[in-house]
């Protein structure tokens, strides 16, 4: 790691926009370690399996008509610093849209490029695998991307003592859940970026649009939920020990690493995962995997966040 380095890109960061965005990517680059792309004979291939597998379990369990993405990466953690902050410039863009010209002075620049710097080295050490709809995307070429972070998922496999393939084919499982819902929901991605582009807009003006964030928090709550259901039906193996130890390592980071879960949102997704699972389960007990699918027919048939809470009003809404 290079700290000098990452401040010096800090400290000259320049342009028109709220944050330069290669300063942020170098800067981010510089105090992390990117890891080992070393990879074992047969482990390319090993991660091509997982995801194919994950596809077929999935459309057997969910009827799910969708394929994986294109492009399945296998990445080292500068390779993902690299692939998201374009996403993070295009979901910022709709917000500096927004704003006057001149809004951004350099000293606010510094102050968010260096917020961007943290965010990107903290997501960069610890995202294991991630699902990408590429959301906001200017061009039809643009599909959707599937990352594994090599480095993170070894190394919290030797930190947890489980065994690093059967960990690294739970993520693969996890990940491909997500595609098969937006496989399942085209409707799903501009749906996301609707309510995005709802609440910055609103942001940017001062005031602060309630409706819009809960109804992206109840979107994501229903993402994430009915991931944690398939791979529930889907998952080839025993993977409660796998949860328990990663929730538990969750639990016991450092008082810093805490506040920057919480500053970037971590524990409102995990929040998410507990609250979607436990509707999903509902559904499930009280009619069959089949209904629970019946989110995916439309916006309207998304559950609203009274109805999270209480399944049995969505039941009665959408299933009689």
């Given at each position: 790691?290079?700290?000098?380095?990452?401040?010096?890109?800090?400290?000259?960061?320049?342009?028109?926009?709220?944050?330069?965005?290669?300063?942020?990517?170098?800067?981010?680059?510089?105090?992390?370690?990117?890891?080992?792309?070393?990879?074992?004979?047969?482990?390319?291939?090993?991660?091509?399996?997982?995801?194919?597998?994950?596809?077929?379990?999935?459309?057997?369990?969910?009827?799910?008509?969708?394929?994986?993405?294109?492009?399945?990466?296998?990445?080292?953690?500068?390779?993902?610093?690299?692939?998201?902050?374009?996403?993070?410039?295009?979901?910022?863009?709709?917000?500096?849209?927004?704003?006057?010209?001149?809004?951004?002075?350099?000293?606010?620049?510094?102050?968010?490029?260096?917020?961007?710097?943290?965010?990107?080295?903290?997501?960069?050490?610890?995202?294991?695998?991630?699902?990408?709809?590429?959301?906001?995307?200017?061009?039809?070429?643009?599909?959707?991307?599937?990352?594994?972070?090599?480095?993170?998922?070894?190394?919290?496999?030797?930190?947890?003592?489980?065994?690093?393939?059967?960990?690294?084919?739970?993520?693969?499982f996890h990940e491909v859940t997500h595609a098969a819902e937006f496989g399942a929901a085209p409707w799903l991605?501009?749906?996301?970026?609707?309510?995005m582009e709802e609440g910055i807009s609103t942001l940017s003006e001062g005031s602060f649009d309630r409706d819009?964030?809960?109804?992206?928090?109840?979107?994501?709550?229903?993402?994430?939920?009915?991931?944690?259901?398939?791979?529930?039906?889907?998952?080839?193996?025993?993977?409660?020990?796998?949860?328990r130890k990663l929730d538990a390592r969750r639990q016991g980071r450092g008082p810093l690493q805490q506040l920057?879960?919480?500053?970037?949102?971590?524990?409102?997704?995990?929040?998410?995962?507990?609250?979607?699972?436990?509707?999903?389960?509902?559904?499930?007990?009280?009619?069959?995997?089949?209904?629970?699918?019946?989110?995916?027919?439309?916006?309207?048939?998304?559950?609203?966040?009274?109805?999270?809470?209480?399944?049995?009003?969505?039941?009665?809404?959408?299933?009689?």
């Amino acid at each position: 790691m290079n700290l000098y380095r990452s401040a010096r890109a800090v400290a000259g960061a320049s342009g028109d926009d709220m944050i330069d965005w290669e300063s942020a990517a170098d800067a981010a680059k510089a105090v992390t370690d990117p890891g080992s792309l070393d990879l074992e004979p047969g482990e390319r291939e090993a991660y091509a399996r997982d995801v194919r597998d994950a596809r077929e379990g999935i459309r057997e369990v969910s009827g799910a008509a969708f394929d994986v993405p294109d492009t399945i990466e296998v990445q080292n953690r500068h390779h993902w610093i690299d692939a998201n902050i374009a996403t993070f410039e295009r979901v910022m863009g709709t917000l500096q849209h927004q704003l006057p010209d001149g809004a951004f002075p350099g000293v606010a620049r510094t102050i968010n490029t260096g917020t961007m710097t943290v965010l990107l080295a903290f997501l960069g050490r610890n995202v294991l695998g991630q699902y990408d709809p590429l959301l906001l995307a200017e061009t039809p070429e643009d599909d959707h991307a599937l990352y594994f972070v090599r480095p993170n998922i070894l190394s919290a496999a030797e930190s947890l003592e489980v065994d690093p393939e059967r960990f690294r084919r739970w993520i693969a499982f996890h990940e491909v859940t997500h595609a098969a819902e937006f496989g399942a929901a085209p409707w799903l991605s501009d749906h996301l970026e609707a309510r995005m582009e709802e609440g910055i807009s609103t942001l940017s003006e001062g005031s602060f649009d309630r409706d819009a964030f809960r109804e992206l928090d109840a979107t994501m709550t229903v993402v994430e939920g009915y991931a944690e259901l398939l791979m529930d039906h889907a998952f080839d193996g025993e993977y409660a020990d796998l949860r328990r130890k990663l929730d538990a390592r969750r639990q016991g980071r450092g008082p810093l690493q805490q506040l920057l879960r919480r500053l970037l949102g971590l524990g409102l997704k995990e929040r998410q995962y507990q609250r979607g699972k436990q509707f999903f389960e509902t559904v499930v007990e009280r009619r069959d995997l089949e209904t629970a699918g019946l989110v995916w027919e439309g916006p309207d048939a998304l559950p609203t966040q009274d109805e999270l809470d209480a399944p049995g009003l969505w039941l009665e809404r959408v299933d009689p």
